[in-house]
């Protein structure tokens, strides 16, 4: 009997399974292609105003006037633009995917009875309200339900974090209004007593504070970059009462921002805990939150904004070079000649203390190291540089002799420096590029048709 018995339930429990199976056949594929029906006849651009409530219980309103959102309740603020398009525009393209019951008895099993997520919208008078409840079990649709309706349907899942916001997360999060693209002056101060100030001019940035010298054009842009799309990462008070309690009483760091005419202020204090930091945009009372990484950023030493580069000029574009070592000076300049073809050429030739052929590789090589040769870090007055009586000074023009750039090398001990005319300060550079220098000029002070014996007894092997 007791055989009988296993039997029979087997065969229920493999009847069940296999009218399970048939009913799954019969339900229609996800990806069979077939139209489902749109839970709102609205367009994007024709809704009016949205009213959210969040799963944490805000709620939030948000109102177009003309082509601009704002939002009106529980604050007035600007949105976040991104946010409110994706609300809008998935509300206009929200499809049913699968009715659940037409004539439920009970919504609360759905979660429906006190909704987790409410998106209601306004659209040419008319107001509809979409109640979100919980996941089915497999977590891959949401129950969901209108305002004005009994039926339950589902809708996917991923919906979920485009309507559940809170009114944090539907504000515009930018830390300061300026517009990127006017900026031409940062200044950055720090309580290590260090200034730092760039200035654009022309295109071009350039370090006034605290010396005046070139800067580092990427360095500076991705400053900027930084500060013009900071996002803030929490809102830690609406009113900043007890500037201490957040490191603001005597900021860590403070930024102005220059754009034409307008300006913009931000202090940095303490830490906020999880890799934050509160700051204030000077002109509003809001403490906030940021990344961290910010205040690593803002203090770097002024040092960091400067341009490396010795020379701006490349070999490409070099016409003349001229290497003063002790009291003699050698010229080599790039002359335009005729070949065996009797086509013009361009040509390096030696035209100071004498005038002759030269190796044009190491011509080239020359100006190679020369404006290849990149200061690690600079140093103050104090640090014995070697330079008031340098090794070799080098002045490269280019662009045809409109431009000339001048650079004095010196060694002290096992460490190079070098200074830039017209700039304040001097560069710690390798001792190996002055080294480089030297030799490669040794090497272009012997003529050009000079060989080892070996070579030379090659090239005549080689003419038989």
């Given at each position: 009997m007791r055989g009988v018995r296993s039997?029979?339930?087997?065969?229920?429990?493999?009847?069940?399974?296999?009218?399970?199976?048939?009913?799954?056949?019969r339900r229609p594929a996800a990806d069979s292609g077939e139209k489902k029906?749109?839970?709102?006849?609205?367009?994007?651009?024709?809704?009016?105003?949205?009213?959210?409530?969040?799963?944490?219980?805000?709620?939030?309103?948000?109102?177009k006037t003309g082509t601009e959102w704002q939002i009106v309740q529980p604050i007035t603020a600007k949105p976040d633009a991104s946010e409110?398009?994706?609300?809008?525009?998935?509300?206009a393209s929200l499809e049913v995917q699968r009715v659940i019951d037409e004539k439920p008895s009970d919504i609360s099993e759905y979660g429906l009875k006190d909704p987790r997520v409410e998106v209601a919208f306004k659209s040419g008078g008319q107001e509809r309200k979409l109640l979100i409840g919980k996941k089915t079990p497999p977590g891959t649709d949401l129950y969901a339900k209108l305002a004005d309706s009994n039926r339950v349907f589902l809708i996917q899942s991923y919906l979920d974090t485009t309507f559940n916001k809170g009114t944090f997360d539907l504000r515009d999060k930018a830390v300061l209004t300026v517009n990127r693209d006017n900026i031409?002056?940062?200044?950055?101060?720090?309580?290590?007593?260090?200034?730092?100030?760039?200035?654009?001019?022309?295109g071009?940035?350039?370090?006034?504070?605290?010396?005046?010298?070139?800067?580092?054009?990427?360095?500076?842009?991705?400053?900027?970059?930084?500060l013009s799309t900071l996002q803030m990462k929490s809102i830690a008070a609406p009113e900043i009462k007890k500037p201490e309690e957040y490191g603001l009483d005597k900021p860590l760091a403070t930024v102005t921002i220059g754009a034409g005419s307008s300006q913009a202020r931000l202090a940095v204090g303490k830490s906020a805990g999880e890799g934050t930091v509160y700051a204030q945009d000077l002109s509003r009372p809001m403490v906030l939150t940021i990344e961290s990484s910010l205040l690593d950023e803002l203090k770097k030493d002024p040092g960091d904004y400067r341009q490396k580069d010795l020379f701006d000029t490349r070999a490409f574009n070099a016409n003349r070079i001229e290497v003063t070592r002790g009291t003699e000076t050698v010229a080599f300049e790039k002359t335009k000649t005729k070949n065996k073809d009797g086509k013009d050429?361009?040509?390096?030739?030696?035209?100071?203390?004498m005038t002759r052929d030269v190796d044009q590789s190491k011509v080239e090589n020359l100006i190679s190291t020369a404006t290849q040769a990149r200061?690690?870090?600079?140093?103050?007055?104090?640090?014995?540089?070697?330079?008031?009586?340098?090794?070799?000074?080098?002045?490269?023009?280019?662009?045809?002799?409109?431009?000339?750039?001048?650079?004095?090398?010196?060694?002290?001990?096992?460490?190079?420096?070098?200074?830039?005319?017209?700039?304040?300060?001097?560069?710690?550079?390798?001792?190996?590029?002055?080294?480089?220098?030297?030799?490669?000029?040794?090497?272009?002070?012997?003529?050009?048709?000079e060989k080892k014996p070996e070579e030379q007894k090659k090239t005549e092997e080689r003419k038989k």
């Open positions: 039997l029979l339930v087997l065969l229920v429990l493999l009847a069940a399974i296999g009218g399970y199976a048939i009913y799954e056949s029906d749109k839970v709102f006849n609205v367009e994007a651009d024709k809704i009016e105003e949205i009213a959210v409530k969040s799963e944490k219980g805000d709620r939030t309103t948000v109102r409110v398009s994706g609300i809008t525009s998935n509300l031409d002056t940062v200044t950055v101060t720090t309580t290590a007593a260090k200034t730092m100030k760039v200035v654009k001019s022309s071009e940035w350039k370090l006034a504070e605290p010396v005046a010298v070139r800067a580092d054009f990427s360095a500076v842009e991705s400053l900027v970059s930084r050429e361009e040509k390096w030739r030696q035209v100071a203390p200061a690690s870090s600079f140093v103050d007055t104090e640090t014995k540089t070697g330079l008031e009586k340098p090794e070799l000074t080098i002045a490269i023009k280019s662009n045809d002799g409109k431009r000339e750039e001048k650079v004095a090398f010196a060694k002290s001990g096992s460490d190079g420096y070098a200074a830039r005319a017209g700039e304040a300060g001097a560069a710690k550079i390798e001792a190996s590029t002055i080294d480089n220098l030297v030799k490669t000029l040794d090497e272009l002070k012997k003529p050009a048709e």
